[in-house]
């Protein structure tokens, strides 16, 4: 009589294999990698941005300041061609009063802009600080949960590679005529041998014949389900 137990046993590794190789895959886990991957991306790309305009108001309160110190020298010169007695034109004078008035004006208004460019500095560093630690908090969740992916699919890789040492003991057991009927049904099921509860075949969940549960509480042969075709494995009870 057909040993379906190892059969049965054989079958069930079969689908803790296919089981486990789904799981390599990924799944859920590698999906939220994924999209905490994206996050960063963006949040990095979101970063440069706001440096790059970090980096342009640096550069123009640069420019403001060489503006302010070159009329500063301007202002020097003329306060001193002013002052010094040199000038004694009236019309030169008041040109050069004018000119003088309107270069104060113009350091007036560029300290107020290097001022308002150092206020929007401050701001954007500050966004830029703050936006850099949320990159690095989720850098370092991403690390966190890829190595626990990365070591979680190690013990599925192990739990896989001692399968088939398994399984080839139970064939070994198994006998040749049993395997190649099961290997036949293989190309028409996934799982060719279902289990009998019940009096129900758990492979298409339809009752099955008084006649096919007598058969097999005999045993003498493999039994098939009249309605699914599979063969069916009945455990005797104790
Ligand atoms: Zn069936």
Known sequence: MPDLKLLWEIQALDGRKRALEKKLKGGKMAEELKSIKADIEEGRALFNKIKEEYNGVKKSQKLKEMDVSSANEQLASLGKKLYDGSITNVKEMNSNSKKLESLKNMVKKAEDEILALMEKQDELRAKLEGMSAGLNNKAEKYRR????????????????????????????????????????????????????????????????????????????DIVYCSNCGRMLYWEKQG
């Open 145 to 220: 949960k890829h190595s626990g992916l990365l070591a979680g699919q190690q013990k599925i890789r192990q739990s896989i590679a001692q399968i088939p040492l398994a399984r080839q003991k139970l064939l070994d057991k198994l006998d040749v005529e049993t395997w190649q009927r099961y290997m036949d049904m293989k190309k028409r099921f996934n799982d060719p041998l279902a289990r009998v509860e019940k009096a129900t075949c758990m492979g298409c969940r339809m009752g099955i014949t008084f006649n096919e549960l007598r058969l097999l509480k005999i045993g003498e």
